[in-house]
């Protein structure tokens, strides 16, 4: 072993001295936490509509978006989670709010899941399950307003109503030009 080897652990003591304590007895002590800390996610059920654009880019797949029967479950694994903060960065309507809670150690993993419940919304047209939310629709009406006529339809049903929109709209032109 080189001498600079040897000298190494002094030389990392005589740093540790002139810095100080840096550490807290924990759990004892509270420990600093920043306004920049990241800990786990909180989704306000009151603002969630299933788009799914959280569980798109979410790295570790802590979120999921399952469909079963007429629901729509947006599920969280804080196992999984590395709270990186990028779910509530692309959220379109802020339900996501990255908190400081760290404390997550559980002696089941069925404490670190946390579930979200949407209703699928029923086709206008034919009753049949649409796959949206009703939140999800309104979002889209809002943001596209022409849609609102075919967004509370199924593929089926906006296709069936466009083409006789279609043959409505050809009629009328034909008339015009017979007349
Ligand atoms: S991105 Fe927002 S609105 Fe969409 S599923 Fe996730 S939490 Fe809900
Ligand atoms: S904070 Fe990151 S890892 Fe955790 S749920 Fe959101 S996107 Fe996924």
């Given at each position: 072993m080189g001498l600079k080897k040897l000298f190494k652990p002094f030389k990392l003591i005589s740093v540790a001295r002139r810095s100080g304590v840096v550490t807290v007895l924990y759990p004892y002590q509270k420990p600093l936490i920043t306004t920049e800390f990241r800990g786990k996610i909180s989704i306000d059920a009151s603002k969630c509509m299933g788009c799914g654009a959280c569980v798109n880019v979410c790295p570790p797949n802590?979120?999921?978006?399952?469909?079963?029967?007429?629901?729509?479950?947006?599920?969280?694994?804080?196992?999984?989670?590395?709270?990186?903060?990028?779910c509530a960065e692309v959220c379109p309507v802020g339900a996501i709010t990255v908190t400081h809670e760290?404390?997550?150690?559980?002696?089941?993993?069925?404490?670190?899941?946390?579930?979200?419940?949407?209703?699928?919304?029923?086709?206008?047209?034919?009753?049949?399950?649409?796959?949206?939310?009703?939140?999800?629709?309104?979002?889209?009406?809002?943001?596209?307003?022409t849609a609102e006529n075919y967004v509370h339809l199924c593929p089926d049903c906006r296709k069936k109503r466009f083409i006789n929109a279609l043959a409505m709209k050809m009629g009328a032109r034909?008339?015009?030009v017979e007349g």
């Open positions: 802590a979120l999921t978006l399952n469909r079963r029967d007429n629901t729509i479950i947006l599920n969280y694994f804080m196992g999984r989670c590395i709270f990186c903060g990028r760290f404390e997550l150690a559980s002696m089941s993993t069925r404490d670190l899941n946390e579930s979200l419940v949407h209703q699928v919304e029923k086709c206008s047209g034919c009753g049949g399950g649409l796959g949206a939310t009703r939140r999800k629709l309104q979002y889209v009406i809002l943001h596209s307003p034909t008339e015009n």
